[in-house]
């Protein structure tokens, strides 16, 4: 298992930033896939990205390609998410989630996920 604490959401205007970070510590963070989910309130979990175990691949849900990047640095640790152009609807609680597998492939699933963190809430006021 590997513990995963995530940090830096807040409130913010539309159209603002914020960089979202995700401290593992336990099982060899480097050889794992990372990602990132959501939930607001009221609605399921859902995919936002995901980085391969060397942080050279990602992939982002649709609704945030192009505004959301996904980042990784082995040697502290900590994967990142940098949100710009923030909307009304990115409001959710953000939780960052380590894959099961050593050295996995990259996966939007989240039942293979097996470790998650308890969240950060962002909030995008109008």
């Known amino acids: 298992q590997v513990q995963l604490v995530e940090s830096g959401g807040g409130l913010v205007q539309a159209g603002g930033s914020l960089r979202l970070s995700c401290a593992a510590s336990g099982r060899t963070f480097s050889n794992y896939v990372m990602g990132w989910f959501r939930q607001a309130p009221g609605k399921e979990r859902e995919f936002v990205a995901v980085?391969?175990?060397?942080?050279?691949?990602?992939h982002y849900a649709d609704s945030v390609k192009g505004r959301f990047t996904i980042s990784r640095d082995n040697a502290k640790n900590t994967v990142y998410l940098q949100m710009n152009s923030l909307k009304p609807e990115d409001t959710a609680v953000y939780l960052c989630?380590?894959?099961?597998?050593?050295?996995?492939?990259?996966?939007?699933?989240?039942?293979?996920?097996?470790?998650w963190g308890q969240g950060t809430q962002v909030t995008v006021s109008s």
């Open positions: 980085i391969n175990w060397s942080g050279g691949s990602t």
């Open positions: 989630a380590a894959n099961r597998v050593w050295r996995g492939d990259i996966t939007t699933r989240e039942n293979d996920f097996g470790s």
